[in-house]
């Protein structure tokens, strides 16, 4: 009865049609959670000592998957079907559910009843939660923010203000500084997917992240190994990210990467902007980590290779780019970042506008709306450059998703007498219009956004994004046979070039007014 039951219940198919749900909280499908099991080694579903744990249960896949695992390479040492099914699902599974609902989710799927003191459980548990458990953790406010979590006080769901009925979205997981003590007991394996982001209280939708926080207090407990699926964002840094970043890459217990760069092809219908990656985390194991980018179908030959790529500071995603980046950082020559500006590069924030129609002596100021135009006492930035020739391209992505992809916008011409919001960045200041368009010519190549994809993982481009792509001769104009021909680029890794980059025609640019 129980194997018929058990059988009955445990169907993917089911999950699957969950898996695309939303975008902060993903529902992972069967198949992907079974990828991230192969990469452990399987004598860990043989051993009846084995502890598995997931911090953040949504359906209760992970545990789920670990139980068909476990029943499977359990059955030489305990013959007995309920007995051995009693054993895994009371000494051997464990998880923290991150809502109410996802945990009697879980119970369901894993226990085949969302109460398992109930007759319908496969296995009899005591209480109601079994081995799943879910506490109602309240944030703790300090400054109008959480300050385990970092979410606004003003724009989180449920909290005390708003009654006990919502969903306060305070994972326990991570809400508190001795995660060890929730079920007092050490792990073999911590494997999980994450809630991805909660509201800070920004401008506009403004989120940061938390699912870094879930693989930190998992380190906490040292267990042998870990996995998880999270956004790739992390690669680059960024908000609030930067010293996570830097744990990551120069943790050489990360032994294996899947890198997805575009997220649809994890998770079917799901966008990531900067896509997805899954790890193991190995204790006992140190050494280079196997680096696999998946693209579509196409899964990429696994490379072993440290993490940072020394001499840049950067994690480089794609395994075919960096011999090409090697090649070009072997000339030593300034970065192209010492001539872009920063964000808001003079002092206008994204939502100025100006007047439609000029008055006298008012310069140009490029805007999200197109052009307007202000009296030059706005500008409170970068006054000097605003007689000067530069370069515009826009600070945010540009295109899809999908490869070849643009990378970066198309740039215009920035005559004297101009400025912009913080929608756009400027290169620059040059001496001529000649020059200027010979800057174009370089950033319309295939080989300058190539690079600049090295640094970008999200869909704002800042000035670090390019920092690793070289500065030119600009008196004259260039074109990628040229830069081919200088870097000495081979003709396959041109071909991988030209898979990901999409050519740009500066004419779709003209942006710039009298």
Known sequence: MADDLFSSVYNPDVLSCLANLSNDEVFTPPDVVNKMLDMLPQELFRNPDTTFLDPACKTGVFLREIAKRLLTGLEPQIPDLQERIDHIFHKQLYGIAITELTSLLSRRGVYCSKYPNSEFSVTPFDDAEGNIRFRNVKHTW?????????????????????????????????????????????????????????????????ASPIYDRFITNAKKLNPRYISMIVPARWFAGGKGLDDFRNDMLHDTSIREIHDFPEANDCFSGVQIKGGVCYFLWDRDNKGRCKVITHRGSDVGAPVERDLLEKGCNTFIRYNEAVDILHKVMSFHEKSM?????????????????????????????????????????????????????????????????????????????????????????????????????????????????????????????????????????????????????KYGITEEEIAFIDSMIRPMDLSGGDADAD
């Open 337 to 485: 970042e010492n001539l872009v500006s920063s964000r808001q590069p003079f002092g206008l924030p994204t939502t100025y506008h100006g007047h439609k129609e000029p008055h006298d002596g008012d310069i140009t100021i490029f805007d999200n709306s197109g052009v307007s135009y202000d009296n030059i006492s706005v500008i409170s930035k970068n006054y000097e450059i605003v007689d000067k020739y530069k370069v515009f391209i826009s600070r945010a992505g540009s295109g899809s998703d999908a490869f070849p992809h643009p990378i970066l916008g198309i740039p215009f011409l920035g005559k004297p007498k101009t400025a912009s919001s913080e929608t756009y960045i400027f290169i620059g200041p040059f001496d001529s219009e000649n020059t200027c368009n010979n800057v174009m010519t370089y950033i319309a190549t295939k080989f300058f956004r190539f690079i600049a994809m090295l640094k970008k993982v999200t869909q704002s481009t800042t000035r670090s994004v390019y920092t690793l792509i070289p500065q030119q001769d600009f008196s004259k104009p260039w074109t990628d046979e040229e830069l081919y021909a």
């Open 142 to 206: 300090v400054n109008g923010k959480c300050k385990y979590c970092g979410t606004s006080k003003s724009t989180v769901l449920g909290g005390d203000e708003r009654g006990q009925t919502l969903e306060s979205h305070a994972y326990e997981w991570i809400h508190t500084l001795k995660p060890e003590e929730i079920f007092e007991m050490k792990f073999d394996v911590i494997i999980s997917n994450p809630p991805y982001q909660l509201s800070d209280g920004g401008y506009g939708i403004s």
